[in-house]
């Protein structure tokens, strides 16, 4: 069964910083493309980040470039959203997404799998 599990997320500041992980169970972590997805209240969830299986390339949302990277550790089968300057506007519920295909994509239906979501909430 896969699992994929985030945490980290939480209650922070404007201007200040947070990572998130998302720990893998339950398939082969190494093959899969990872990305990072967010949904805000009352809109449509939306692509934040990508990182191809290797690590690289990775893929960013434009408002977030600069701001938030994304890496892995394919030995311990997770991967993480460092988010500093954060903004109100990156408030919202951050999925994390598994996805087999090549080569690595944005759209939210490329994903296979999801984790169950952690809140961040950016008070201004």
């Known amino acids: 069964q896969v699992q994929l599990v985030e945490s980290g997320g939480g209650l922070v500041q404007a201007g200040g910083s947070l990572r998130l992980s998302c720990a893998a169970s339950g398939l082969t972590f190494s093959i899969y493309n990872m990305g990072w997805f967010r949904q805000a209240p009352g809109k449509e969830r939306e692509f934040v980040a990508a990182i191809a299986r290797s690590g690289r390339p990775t893929y960013y949302k434009d408002s977030v470039k600069g701001r938030f990277t994304i890496s892995r550790d394919n030995a311990k089968n997770t991967v993480y959203l460092q988010m500093n300057s954060l903004k109100s506007e990156d408030t919202a519920v951050y999925y994390c997404?598994?996805?087999?295909?090549?080569?690595?994509?944005?759209?939210?239906?490329?994903?296979?799998?999801w984790g169950q979501g952690a809140q961040v909430t950016v008070s201004s």
């Open positions: 997404a598994a996805d087999r295909n090549i080569p690595t994509r944005v759209e939210e239906s490329a994903y296979d799998y």
